[in-house]
């Protein structure tokens, strides 16, 4: 395991710590997984969808992007987007980057 001086206090730390365990000095962040990057990514893109639906009109992308046919009640198409974004919301909170 390699070592680094802290920034801070100067004593010896590991290269793996986010925090100095001496002084309590941040040494680097937490970084999202790749799939943790791949979900926030996600959930911008539905988040962008819901309100390209919103304001853009109900249906304009749904139905390229869930194949929903023209004519669908609009409640339940914004209801599904909200499904949508809340599922993708949940993924991206539980892959938010955290100390191990
Ligand atoms: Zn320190």
Do not use: Q
Request: glycine residues 12%; negative net charge; aromatic residues 8%.
């Amino acid at each position: 395991m390699a070592l680094i001086n802290c920034p801070d206090c100067d004593k010896e730390v590991s290269t793996v710590a986010y925090d100095c365990p001496s002084c309590g000095g941040k040494l680097r962040e937490p970084e999202r997984t790749l799939f943790g990057k791949l979900c926030s990514l996600v959930l911008g893109l539905l988040s962008l969808g819901l309100l390209i639906e919103l304001f853009g009109g109900v249906g304009v992308l749904s139905h390229y992007v869930f194949d929903i046919p023209p004519g669908t009640d609009e409640d339940l198409v914004i209801g599904m987007w909200v499904v949508v974004v809340l599922i993708a919301g949940l993924f991206s909170f539980f892959t938010r980057p955290k100390k191990r």
